[in-house]
């Protein structure tokens, strides 16, 4: 089995070029099941060859990188023609493509068994399937410990905590967090951790708890007017300038440069992170992000990326087979492996999980992750409204928007955008 690897890049007219950056000899007798997805080839390289492994030569599976920022348009473009890759690979708009009938149902499959119910969250409709996870995700804060014990630094339990532990660095001339806001979304993650916590989990006013986010997905309540005070206290973190406007010029690559080179105690991030930090020889753990009470903790997360079939595949059975294989020990151990930290929803994978994630060991076993956006998938192509929430959130950060001019725009795409 070969492995070869693509990459996808938009020119300056928004057309689409492809060019080969790694190739092997294919064999003859192989046929090519084609997926893409945003993973750079060196992440996704152990995948890919424990794909090949799997398969024994009968495939050729062929990979197409596309930059997360692109991925959407270009794969709803090729989708929209009744084109695109065999196995479609999406994450939070992966509902969106089975609403399209752009994905094969395969309810019923008996390598589906192997999975978590859990796991599906992201890849049924009701009592149909339409896909497999790969391995779940989450995000919390990264914190280099010598920089919190050279201070007199505690490892905050609550978000009043998490702010006086801001600070007591200020004070001190350290700066508290690294954000690169250019390109990243580590704020909206930072907010929606905070909403996690003090709104959707640990508020006796919200009884509700997450049927907030299916009301509000089919139109029956609104941000704002229900949100307002929770994102106001979560913006005393603008108010005090620790996520402020020059972060907006800043690349999320330069952010993380900065959390490793010592001139940030915190940084918003995940375990896709952790071997940067491990290679550079950090000190270093990770918190979940924080309520109120401190009490009940939520990481923010959920599924990755999801796979499943192009409903216009020329090659049914082979994405079937390719399908299959996707759902393999062997391949879901490639990912958790490549995600130091991630955990996955198949039996049989082993997760590693560190001694940098002993402060959130028993969240994760606790089922403790969750995200927002996943729940708004319900009744709406959730990556959209994620989309317009981080780009908005620039307008609170700068100052141009008030927390209810914030949420008022999120009202109105996500009226917008409703399927009904």
Known sequence: MSRRIMRIVLGAAAALTMTTVVGFPAMAEGK?????????????????????????????????????SDFNNVLSTQLAAGEGPDIVADGTNFPARIKAGNIMEITGEDFLEDFNEAGFALCSDGDQIYGIPSYGWFSGIWYNKDIFEANGVEVPVTFDEFVAVC?????????????????????????LGYLENSFYHNNDANPDGTDFDVKFAYGETNMNGSLNDVVTKWSTLIDKGYINADMLGISNDQAVADFIAGNAAMLNGGPWQYTNFEDAGMNFGMMSHLSESGENKYMVGGPAVNFGINANTKDPEGAMKVLKAFGSVAVQQAFVDANVGGFSYRSGVEASMPEEYDGIKEIIDAGNIACTWDRWSVNMPSQSLFDEAKAQLQGLISGDYTVDDYLQTLDDMAASIRYE
């Not at 030569?57 to 990188?65: A, F």
């Not at 001190?172 to 909206?188: T, W």
Request: proline share 2%.
């Open 167 to 191: 600070d007591t660095f200020a004070q001190a001339g350290v700066q508290p967090m690294s954000f690169g806001l250019a390109d990243g979304d580590s704020a909206l993650h930072s907010v």
């Open 32 to 68: 090519t099941i084609t997926f893409m997805c945003w993973y750079d080839e060196d992440d996704v390289a152990g995948v890919i060859d424990a794909l090949n492994e799997e398969l024994g030569g009968e495939y050729e599976v062929e990979y197409s990188y596309v930059a997360q």
